[in-house]
């Protein structure tokens, strides 16, 4: 049974740093088979939407436009891993981010559709 979950969320001041880190388990992995992934935010009543992803080789990636030049996605596929690096953050950037996973064939698929979520973590951007 696929398992995605999300750590490093927290609280942090405007202007400031944090980094999430998806971690799946339970497939054959990143070194043996292609599977993009994709982070994606809710903040409290808005719809979601995605913020960022890689393509299953990782050579395909995609980014909101507001977090260009500010989030950086990256993978580590040793360790099934796939991180989200966010810098000079901002209160809008406020809400339950999400990552999710799917099987890739073509290793080239970087989008929206997924189907293996995981429960979210929280980012809250306040002084």
């Known amino acids: 049974q696929l398992q995605v979950v999300e750590f490093g969320g927290g609280l942090v001041q405007p202007g400031g740093s944090l980094r999430l880190s998806c971690a799946i388990s339970g497939f054959s992995g990143f070194t043996d088979d292609y599977y993009a992934v994709g982070w994606l935010r809710q903040a409290p009543g808005k719809e979601r939407e995605g913020v960022s992803c890689?393509?299953?080789?990782?050579?395909?990636?995609l980014y909101k436009e507001s977090v260009k030049g500010r989030f950086t996605i990256s993978r580590d596929n040793a360790k099934n891993t796939v991180y989200l690096q966010m810098n000079s953050l901002k209160p809008e950037d406020t809400a339950v981010y999400y990552c999710?996973?799917?099987?890739?064939?073509?290793?080239?698929?970087?989008?929206?559709?997924?189907?293996?979520w995981g429960q979210g973590t929280q980012v809250t951007v306040s002084s």
């Open positions: 890689t393509s299953g080789t990782g050579i395909t990636t």
């Open positions: 999710a996973t799917t099987r890739d064939y073509s290793g080239s698929y970087c989008g929206w559709e997924y189907d293996w």
